[in-house]
């Protein structure tokens, strides 16, 4: 197990408790939670592999349901003290994030995308699983209303294109482009940075 | 047309009136309600499809389509008197199901994925039909917290991995394992059994 | 750069307004409108190119996320005053639809599938898009009770289908299948046809 698969798992892990979180708020049994925080897990990936014409990656190794269940029992013990957690989860989350964007570009690359998919592949893989959560509960995705998330990941996208254009080493890249994920959705959680709304017609 | 499949038919036909009947209830009108019903039979087995990367089962034979538009009528012309019928489509629902179940394990094993999966899958093929009949209509899907469902798929899917580990007869696994799905249900909404609901922090 | 695209761009400019102007009435800010007005503009084929097995359309050219970026600009250029349009977005829309439509049934009869998996393709790409828009939005998916939107399709479907058993000149035929679609829609709007509604028990 190499370092960029433990980042991989505690990402999932990351990823799975805070749909299970989110289930908890609307009343789900055990099952409904576990379902939810496995999709929010596993959807990006899921999304991206299925436009990539891949075996989605969980189906190749039984990991990603045992973490997702790992995450519920830790839910279940943790109770009222896991909301004092919220800080270090949101740095799992955002690690995670950081990765699972690295990953989906590489993925694409490596079926024969252009650069331009592999970044769009990149975004899915991050925020797509956030997205069925929301859907699942009923509520509006809250990536399109709060900070900065989705374009974190294009923007780690576009860092990792420049990287390669500028021929740095693989792992470098890798690296960087997450760490640019990381500290943009960082900074913008910080400072409160969120875009501009568009101002509907109603 | 064997006895396979007309259990499929027969549990296509109730998912497709589960599906028509919420339509109704949201004032859908009969075309939207058509495609809520259809979804519903068929999301399943679709979603297991795309996943296992084969043509989805509905694409090959327009059985499914015929059928769906069998169920409109059928709830057309019935009226109030439907609701009488509760009982017997929850019957209806619960064979469906059991069946669901067996040809999403079948397909995946013959597709050459390991157990794990298959038992994903059949619990997909039993359940994400509903689910997206939920989400069509606004709702939080069901499953996640009425009764014993999603869970009774993966139970049944338990029940053949030891059928087949045992080296049971073929079709003997399968009424088996269908069979364990049901009564799981069965029993699970005559005594009102759920799994515990996931305490939430708000 | 041919007729056929032109109409194509067209269409996928109406829908990816539609989508933006959707989710600036929910408050999205400017990315997640972006994302909603994207897949509006290309659920509808992506979900028929995976049911077909062929590599999403919007992953062989960036045409798409530009033709969404320009809406998006458009939207936020034009304001209040784009409500006066709203009749000229619904022709764009209109031609959008009777396009897509021909498109998703060419696409499958190409990919070898029978006349009645292309009707429902044909029903897929036009619909699709609208109604993913409608679920990220957190909304009853509109198509199912407003107007007839997913019927013209269909029926635009079956003109094709006569069409062709009339030998008719491919050109020809997808003209007069499109003008169906278009034409079914503009009807039922201008004279408010609508399918009859389900009567729901409740």
């Known amino acids: 197990m190499n370092f960029i698969q433990i980042v991989d798992y505690v990402g999932t892990f990351a990823f799975a408790i805070s749909g299970i979180r989110l289930a908890s708020a609307k009343q789900f049994d055990w099952f409904g939670a576990y379902v939810v925080g496995f999709v929010t897990a596993i959807g990006g990936g899921t999304a991206r592999d299925l436009l990539l014409d891949v075996t989605p990656f969980w189906m190749t190794q039984p990991s990603y349901l045992i973490i997702t269940g790992l995450a519920l029992i830790f839910v279940l013990i943790s109770g009222k003290w896991l909301i004092r957690l919220s800080n270090t989860f949101f740095i799992f989350d955002t690690i995670g994030l950081g990765l699972f964007v690295v990953v989906g570009i590489e993925k694409s690359l490596e079926a024969g995308f252009p650069f331009w998919v592999a970044i769009v592949m990149g975004m899915i893989t991050g925020s797509v699983g956030g997205i069925t ?3 699942l509960i009923n509520e509006e995705p809250l990536i399109f209303r709060k900070d900065i998330y989705a374009l974190a990941c294009v ?16 792992e470098f890249t890798q690296f960087i482009a997450a760490l640019s994920v990381i500290i943009m959705r960082v900074v913008a959680v910080k400072f409160h940075l969120g875009l501009p709304v568009l101002k509907g017609e109603n």
């Open 133 to 135: 959560r929301d859907i």
């Open 155 to 170: 923007f780690g996208g576009i860092v990792f294109y420049f990287c390669t254009i500028l021929h740095l080493n693989a």
